[in-house]
């Protein structure tokens, strides 16, 4: 049997200007530009190969060892999209094998929790957009292959790329000008780091898309959001990122959070994401800026309780000091790379010892790179997982 097959890796995104609202369901064009930081693969990834075969009869997904469908009409439009690129890379060139019209069997592994407010539907997107193009040899850039990532699911765009990222909302019907771009690549300001508390509390309050239509449709807060705030904030974050202003970055992204979770309250009825420990680390870090007197973190939450606490290395001592001491019972130390006795213990005035109790996990992590190419391959030479 021929089999043809490519792999490639892809990171998470964590947004510090949210995306939260859709002009069009079907394309996923929202309706305000966002921006994010990519994180570091070496701690949150996905890896797909992407294998095509005459002798495939159906496309399928295999997603950490379980047979998953493709038949939604996100997934659906991301291989139709593919599939009409390389048909034109096989217009070009007749001697090419006809692979836009073979079945395609994908493999694809989380190296995270899937589903659980991780941004996995971002990586896992983007993966897959990424191993496809692989396969097919397609011509086109990162920004051209974000806006078929975009249709699996709008975060996905922006892990297309490493570093800082911005998804350019754009305003064309068909969605060609809503894209992502690099706004500053992992080597700007690789000093970012990211702390990533995962609050005990693994159901979602109300999934994203339907979480966006219900506040596009009922809040009146939201309108302001999108016309007033985030237009410049966009601006404004863009600027911070450039100059490395950690401060001025840092206050845009936990307002941000903050006016998200705000108009989530003014949807009706009101969709809640935070919930009590979520709202203690916001106290906490606010205390922590207060304490220093400057802020030296950031917190965002996305659709979910877990926090991201974004931090330069610089103050790496006072930040997961201040984490340290107040969730050292939680899992995830031990992969930190130093010695924790050397951070500072850094306490603050008014908080619940017991707000560990609601964090089930800490995951240190940094910003990182866009997707990967790799010869690391799940796929067996009979088209089928390997594990399985
Ligand atoms: N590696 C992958 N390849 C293809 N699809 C994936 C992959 N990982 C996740 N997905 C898709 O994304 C879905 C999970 O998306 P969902 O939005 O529920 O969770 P999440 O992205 O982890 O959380 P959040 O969007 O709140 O950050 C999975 O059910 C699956 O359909
Ligand atoms: C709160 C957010 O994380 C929302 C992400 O929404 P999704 O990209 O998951 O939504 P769909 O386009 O419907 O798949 C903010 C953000 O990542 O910008």
Same mark, same amino acid.
């Given at each position: 049997?021929?089999?043809?097959?490519?792999?490639?890796?892809?990171?998470?995104?964590?947004?510090?200007?949210?995306?939260?609202?859709k002009?069009?369901?079907?394309?996923?064009?929202?309706?305000?530009?966002?921006?994010?930081?990519?994180?570091?693969?070496?701690?949150?990834?996905?890896?797909?190969?992407?294998?095509?075969?005459?002798?495939?009869?159906?496309?399928?997904?295999?997603?950490?060892?379980?047979?998953?469908?493709?038949?939604?009409?996100?997934?659906?439009?991301?291989?139709?999209?593919?599939?009409?690129?390389?048909?034109?890379?096989?217009?070009?060139?007749?001697?090419?094998?006809?692979?836009?019209?073979?079945?395609?069997?994908?493999?694809?592994?989380?190296?995270?929790?899937?589903?659980?407010?991780?941004?996995?539907?971002?990586?896992? *997107?983007?993966?897959?957009v990424?191993?496809?193009?692989?396969?097919?040899?397609?011509?086109?850039d990162?920004?051209?292959?974000?806006?078929?990532?975009r249709?699996?699911?709008g975060?996905?765009?922006r892990?297309?790329?490493?570093?800082?990222?911005?998804?350019?909302?754009?305003d064309?019907?068909?969605g060609?000008?809503?894209?992502?771009?690099?706004?500053?690549?992992?080597?700007?300001?690789?000093?970012?780091?990211?702390?990533?508390?995962?609050?005990?509390?693994?159901?979602?309050?109300?999934?994203?898309?339907?979480?966006?239509?219900?506040?596009?449709?009922?809040?009146?807060?939201?309108?302001?959001?999108?016309?007033?705030?985030?237009?410049?904030? *966009?601006?404004?974050?863009?600027?911070?990122?450039?100059?490395?202003?950690?401060?001025? *970055?840092?206050?845009?992204?936990?307002?941000?959070?903050?006016?998200?979770?705000?108009?989530?309250?003014?949807?009706?009825?009101?969709?809640?994401?935070?919930?009590?420990?979520?709202?203690?680390?916001?106290?906490?870090?606010?205390?922590?800026?207060?304490?220093?007197?400057?802020?030296?973190?950031?917190?965002? *939450?996305?659709?979910?309780?877990n926090?991201?606490?974004?931090?330069?290395?610089?103050?790496?001592?006072?930040?997961?000091?201040?984490?340290?001491?107040?969730?050292?019972?939680?899992?995830?130390?031990?992969?930190?790379?130093?010695?924790?006795?050397?951070?500072?213990?850094?306490?603050?005035?008014?908080?619940n010892?017991?707000i560990?109790?609601?964090?089930?996990?800490?995951?240190?992590?940094?910003?990182g790179?866009?997707p990967?190419?790799?010869?690391?391959s799940?796929?067996?030479?009979?088209?089928?997982?390997?594990?399985?």
């Amino acid at each position: 049997m021929t089999i043809f097959s490519a792999s490639s890796t892809a990171p998470v995104n964590i947004a510090t200007l949210k995306y939260w609202g859709k002009r069009d369901k079907l394309l996923n064009l929202p309706t305000n530009s966002s921006i994010s930081v990519t994180l570091s693969q070496n701690d949150l990834r996905t890896l797909t190969t992407a294998s095509c075969s005459a002798d495939f009869d159906s496309d399928k997904l295999w997603l950490n060892g379980k047979l998953e469908s493709l038949e939604s009409v996100r997934s659906q439009a991301c291989l139709a999209d593919l599939r009409g690129l390389r048909e034109k890379v096989e217009a070009k060139d007749e001697s090419l094998p006809k692979l836009s019209q073979y079945k395609l069997h994908i493999v694809s592994e989380n190296n995270f929790p899937t589903a659980a407010g991780l941004a996995s539907s971002a990586a896992g *997107f983007a993966a897959l957009v990424s191993a496809i193009a692989k396969l097919y040899k397609l011509p086109e850039d990162m920004s051209e292959l974000s806006k078929i990532a975009r249709k699996g699911s709008g975060s996905a765009c922006r892990s297309l790329f490493g570093g800082f990222v911005a998804w350019e909302m754009g305003d064309l019907e068909n969605g060609e000008d809503s894209k992502a771009v690099e706004v500053a690549p992992l080597s700007h300001w690789p000093t970012m780091k990211a702390a990533i508390l995962v609050v005990s509390d693994d159901k979602k309050d109300t999934p994203s898309t339907s979480g966006m239509q219900q506040t596009v449709a009922t809040s009146d807060l939201f309108q302001h959001r999108i016309t007033e705030v985030v237009p410049k904030r *966009f601006e404004e974050m863009k600027k911070a990122i450039l100059a490395k202003d950690f401060e001025k *970055f840092a206050e845009l992204t936990m307002k941000d959070s903050n006016s998200f979770h705000a108009v989530c309250l003014d949807s009706y009825p009101p969709i809640f994401y935070l919930n009590d420990t979520s709202k203690q680390v916001i106290k906490l870090i606010h205390r922590l800026n207060e304490q220093e007197g400057k802020t030296i973190a950031a917190y965002t *939450f996305d659709a979910g309780p877990n926090a991201v606490i974004y931090y330069d290395e610089i103050n790496e001592k006072k930040v997961l000091g201040l984490i340290y001491n107040y969730f050292s019972q939680v899992a995830g130390w031990e992969k930190y790379s130093k010695d924790v006795s050397t951070l500072d213990k850094i306490e603050v005035q008014g908080t619940n010892p017991d707000i560990y109790k609601g964090v089930s996990k800490v995951i240190l992590t940094s910003i990182g790179n866009g997707p990967q190419e790799t010869t690391d391959s799940l796929i067996n030479d009979q088209g089928l997982p390997k594990s399985g």
